[in-house]
């Protein structure tokens, strides 16, 4: 078995019997109207596929933030075709929407969110309540090495150690799609890697979707696939045939 500090981790999974969750076709996200009106997103055409650990990179305005919202169902497209699992998410009315974020996506943020008079067990046990067959607290902690931590209060816990509170919060409803914004933005080079480390781990053992957006190109060698957006489009794509050990990428 390799160490983390190997060059490489294992295979990337093959994703030709891998099941498609995310089909967009010409996605595009258009705010206001005329002269004023701003193109988040000019046409994005992918596929996402279960079990996939996923880059999107590019600059602050680039679209990533944009296409992870409507991966997420947190805003509609303008046009275009965004189907989950084959349903046009487009067409979902709000409970719908409420429906597919509380039972199929787990967000985690550059802000941890987390309530402060909360332990971090209590915090995500608010999940656990709400979600159908979802984790005990305990278990989605001790996949975050948290077991240790779980009754500390927020300010009893480091910058990385919240994050990863509310990794475990986002992951305890056994979500098939991970969607993180910016998780390690705030976070030193050393506290980022725990961070990122286990996000791979529940990609791996749940086999869930992850899909982490970044400027930081380093992290596109942990990445099954990369996508590069700029100007709110796709301008690369990459296939990484092994991911790179995180430990192992060039901080």
Partial sequence: MPSKDSQHSSPAPSRAAAETLFHVRDLARIYGDGSAAVTALAGIDLDLLAGELIVLLGASGSGKSTLLNQ????DSPTRGTLLYRGANLAEFDEDELTVFRRDAVGFVFQAYNLIPSLTA?????????????????????????????????????????QQRVA????????????????PTGALDVHTGITVLEAIERINR????????????????????????????????????????????LAW
């Fill in 121 to 161: 067990r209590e915090n995500v046990a608010l999940i656990t309540e709400i979600c159908h067959d979802p984790m005990a607290p305990e278990e989605a902690l001790a996949l975050v090495d948290l077991a240790d931590r779980m009754d500390h209060f927020p300010a009893q816990l480091s910058g990385g150690e």
């Fill in 167 to 182: 990794i475990a919060r986002a992951i305890a409803k056994r979500p098939e799609v991970l969607l993180c914004d910016e």
């Fill in 71 to 74: 991966l997420g169902g947190l």
């Fill in 205 to 248: 053992e749940i086999g869930t979707l992850a899909v982490i957006i970044t400027h930081n190109a380093i992290l596109a060698d942990m990445a099954d696939r990369v996508f590069t957006l700029s100007d709110g489009r796709i301008v690369n794509r990459r296939e990484n045939r092994q991911r790179a050990a995180i430990r192992s």
